[in-house]
């Protein structure tokens, strides 16, 4: 069991790391530098040891609202693989872990690689029901089709102004890695709409999405481990990786082409929906030689990159009315003999050479300077890019003092030794209990 365990988990990591690339002979390399410290059980019972470095305290002492809560996952995301490995909570299922405390909690399934556009969309349907529409001016200048799929609602209630209460119903959503990218687009579409789309042929069949009349109806967003100013691994990337389709390779080997029976890139709008009984091998090539591998910018690939977030952060503003949350991660340790920033041991080793990249990473070219300020990273993404955005962002952050400030960041801290997945549960530690503060805490936000 504990052997399946660890194959699962480290297969889940690597799913992770591919989608910013990573090819077979990476995965090689990564699965032999696997130390035997970390699978020890000493190395386990060490890492069981390391308590949360942000904790959450409620703003009443009464919950003040039960508005749902929405679990928006990252790149390579899913809701549950092989019916019992969870996204959010691994072995453990967060989002169950909450209903069972009286919190209505859903857990979105959106676009794996999809841009933040296409994946705001999605969560969009998929939260309020119907059919995801990309937008006409936007499939037209990317080339992809409008339409998506159907969703049939996780709370079509969204919205409406509860008759009892004469209020608007709201949600709190809540975004892991790229995942808080996304939420912050939907929230700015939600707010303002977007003035291309309401010019194309002036509106005719317009998405409500895009007509900017869906005001107030985000509380609360919580940003955890989010790229907001870019991750500089994008950049390992570029100068090792320049064909991205190694990467869906590396999971066919990893899966040996039968674990993913379930697996869906959710990739509809590129003409790549999988087949019903289609292998996922035959699946997988067919996403290999898709155009959305081309330079183009509604990709994840585009929008986690630096000059790509800087992009985001310049139309996607904090909203005045809504509170903003973030959370930062890191397990690295500065070494004494380079200055730069090294994977501590407990770190998921799928993680080490992403790290060891970031770690070291500067740059002083084309306008983007990464100075050692980025060195700090929790495997995935620098921590340096996680308290919000500052790249091209007119947002404000500020350092979370117990009173959370409206329409501005509330930087909460960050996770010390923790990396990419051992803060959505992934890892060893049982992150039940710090959702249940969390969840605590959006539940005691004023309506
Ligand atoms: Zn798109």
Redo the contacts with the bound molecule.
């Keep these: 069991m504990m052997f399946f365990y660890r194959l699962i988990m480290s297969g889940v990591a690597v799913i992770l790391c591919s989608g910013l690339s990573i090819g077979l002979a990476h995965a090689t390399e990564l699965s032999s530098t696997r130390l035997p410290y970390h699978s020890s059980l000493k190395a386990a019972s060490q890492e069981k040891k390391i308590r949360p470095s942000v904790k959450f305290t409620p703003v009443n002492s009464s919950p003040q609202n039960t508005y749902p809560i929405i679990l928006v996952h990252g790149l390579a995301g899913f809701d549950d693989l092989y019916g019992f490995f969870q996204y959010w909570g691994g072995l453990t299922d967060i989002e169950k872990d909450l209903r069972k405390r009286g919190y209505h909690v859903y857990t979105a399934d959106i676009g794996t690689f999809?841009?933040n556009?296409?994946r705001a969309v999605e969560l969009y349907a998929q939260i309020k029901g119907g059919r995801a529409d990309?937008g006409a001016a936007?499939?037209k200048k990317?080339g992809?089709d409008r339409y998506g799929r159907t969703y049939p609602g996780l709370y079509p209630e969204w919205g409406k102004v509860d008759e009892k209460t004469g209020k608007v119903n709201k949600v709190h959503l809540i975004g892991h890695s790229l995942g808080g990218q996304t939420v912050r687009t939907l929230v700015q579409l939600l707010e303002h709409g977007d003035k291309n789309e309401s010019a194309f042929k002036k509106g005719v069949g317009l998405s409500p999405l895009f007509n900017h009349e869906q005001k107030s109806w985000v509380s609360s967003v919580m940003a955890i481990s989010s790229p907001h100013d870019g991750s500089t691994l994008t950049y390992q990337i570029e100068e090792m990786m320049p064909k991205a389709q190694q990467l869906i390779a590396a999971f066919a080997a990893i899966s040996g082409n039968r674990s993913f029976v379930d697996y869906d890139f959710k990739l509809d709008?590129w003409g790549l929906k999988r087949h019903p009984g289609e292998p996922f091998n035959d699946y997988m090539k067919r996403v290999c030689k898709s155009s959305i591998w081309k330079k183009t910018k509604?990709s994840s690939e585009w929008d986690t990159s630096l000059p790509g977030a800087i992009e985001l952060n310049q139309w996607v503003q904090a909203q005045p009315q809504v509170y903003y949350f973030s959370v930062g991660t890191e397990q690295t340790y500065r070494s004494p003999f380079t200055g730069h920033e090294v994977p501590e041991l407990l770190m998921n080793p799928a993680f080490y050479s992403f790290s060891f990249y970031m770690g070291k990473y500067t740059r002083n070219f084309d306008e983007m300077i990464v100075d050692k300020g980025w060195f700090k990273n929790d495997g995935m993404v620098n921590t340096r890019s996680m308290a919000g955005p500052t790249m091209g962002s007119t947002d404000l952050i500020v350092p979370y003092n117990g009173t959370p400030q409206i329409g501005k960041w509330n930087y909460l801290g960050t996770m010390k030794s923790y990396d990419h997945v051992d803060i959505i549960g992934m890892g060893i530690r049982d992150m039940r209990p710090w959702y249940r503060g969390m969840a605590a805490l959006l539940a005691s936000l004023p309506e």
């Design positions: 999809s841009s556009w296409d990309y936007h499939a990317h992809h709008q509604d």
